[in-house]
């Protein structure tokens, strides 16, 4: 886990420092210089170094000292004298120790551009002496932030660098895994300068935070993990099998799709290891056939509901999700269609899996990792707020950035949605399930996608290899 905090947080942790705010900014320089020691600069590499007034320009001027004693040609161009300690005095020192430095003016060669110019305080837009810099061709390394992008909310008004490393201080900030963020700081190192005791406002998901549960010796299909699929209707009956298959191959022990009775000679022959049974006589679900799906609780750890339903089937919906007295898991189309008030009325634990387009409908709010947490502590449920990255919201928020492009394909959302779902089926607790699931979904994807084409249906069985 690491924690993501805000720029104010940073300030105060800045503030409350017990090291001299000289040795933090020793530290801070010494950091960049050894980031450009990684990306390849070395002994007579041109090393362009943009200074800002502020602290960021400060941490400039270090890491220009450390360059030099590498061999690098280091220059240092300046958008300002700083005005302040300690910025001051490290400008001083790299002029002392016979670096030049010249007024911030047109772009000039280099190997490596030192982006140091803004730091997290930034916000607005980049000054335009400052713009033609950002096309520059070759690799840059971003002090703290990319100068032009906002560190709290990720946003870029005008134009912003695009990092292909970013070393930042003590802990990532929001702006560097919302809005732009991603799109422009590259790889991300962080670098510990001294400060304590973070109040973060997100966390960072890794291996060690996305378990999977094992199974005992004496287990059977029935312990290990059963997982019903209520879902379907003409046009879209995969979601819901697709759902079922990777609750089967997430390691649950028996999967069902309880499907409109109309269709259930489709589903009967999609997958032998599926369980199918149909509910009513029609082709889509009507209110009544939720006394259907509400018979088989007693049989069932989790039920998903929603894949593949249709935008047509709110009684069903809201019936069924009112009535259901176990784990529940809403997905798809039912998010469209459900009374966001029976999530907060259920006694028994639930997540959501909307995507941005979902939330909106259910909730009203724009999609964010903000109206996630607070929609979660409102209705009492987890949600898993699909895209890249996705949010995990529940007591704390997650951010998982496991998954990319590869997944933005149809039937993804459901493979997620049973693979979650065989989680909490085989025994994690529903915040942990949701967001192991979502991070070894995006393992998954990403080791699917070095082969090729990543498809859902070739998704759902490449999940087995995650979830042990």
Partial sequence: MKPVITPDESARLDAAAVDPVTMLMERAGAGVAYAAARMGAGYGTRVAILAGKGNNGGDGYIAARYLMRRGCAVTVYSAGDPAAFPADAAAAAAKSAGIPVVPLGGVQDADLVIDALFGAGFRGALPPAMEPWTEHGAPVLAVDVPSGLDAATGEVKGTAFSADVTVTFHAMKTGHVLGEGPDRCGEIEIVDIGLRNEEPALLWCEAADAPAPGRPRTAHKWSAGAVLVAGGSPGIT???????????????????????????????????????????????????????????????????????????????????AAGWPGKLLVDADALNVLDADILAARSAPSIITPHSGEFLRLTGDNAGPDTAAAFAREAGTIVVLKGNPTFVAGEETWVIGSGGPELATIGTGDVLAGFIAA????????????????????????????????????LASWIAGWAW
Avoid: K, N
């Fill in 238 to 320: 995969g979601a819901a099998m697709l759902a079922a298959r990777a609750a089967l191959y997430g390691g649950a022990g028996a999967a069902m799709v309880a499907c409109p009775g109309a269709l259930q000679a489709t589903y009967s022959g999609m997958d032998p290891g599926v369980m199918t049974r149909g509910i009513g006589t029609f082709d889509r679900f009507r209110g009544d056939d939720a006394a259907g799906i509400l018979e088989l609780a007693g049989r069932y750890d989790v039920l998903v509901l929603g894949p593949g339903i249709g935008t047509d089937s709110a009684d069903f919906v809201d019936t069924v």
């Fill in 423 to 458: 989680l909490w089926a085989r025994g994690l607790p529903a915040d942990i399930a949701a967001r192991s699931g979502a991070f070894r979904h995006g393992l998954a994807g990403r080791d699917l996608a070095a082969s090729g084409t990543v498809t859902a249906a070739d």
